[in-house]
């Protein structure tokens, strides 16, 4: 059974960081390109950041330069370091594990709250 068990999220002030982990079991983790998403009350999910099998990074316009994404392929783990947060950060955030040809996955979500 493929699980994605998301970490890390909270309130935090303006301005502060929080790093978000995603737990990955039941698949073969390094086979497939994992990314960060986010939905905020009332809006859309978003697509936040992925990064592929070979490594390569790709960040939506609104968090380049202030969020990370990594994985790290024995601890079956992807990470969003996110910094210089403010209001419009707050959202719940998901992980997804995506392969061509394959069922995409999902997690159940990590709050983050972005307030004074």
């Known amino acids: 059974q493929v699980q994605l068990v998301e970490s890390g999220g909270g309130l935090v002030q303006p301005g502060g960081s929080l790093r978000l982990s995603c737990t990955v079991s039941g698949l073969t983790f390094s086979w497939y390109r994992m990314s960060w998403y986010r939905q905020a009350p009332g809006k859309q999910r978003e697509l936040v950041a992925y990064i592929n099998t070979a490594g390569s990074e790709n960040y939506a316009d609104p968090v380049k330069g202030r969020f990370t994404i990594s994985r790290d392929n024995v601890k079956n783990t992807v990470y969003l370091q996110m910094n210089s947060l403010n209001s419009e950060d707050t959202a719940r955030y998901f992980c997804?594990?995506?392969?061509?040809?394959?069922?995409?996955?999902w997690g159940q979500g990590t709050q983050v709250t972005v307030s004074s």
């Open positions: 997804n594990a995506k392969r061509e040809f394959a069922p995409d996955y």
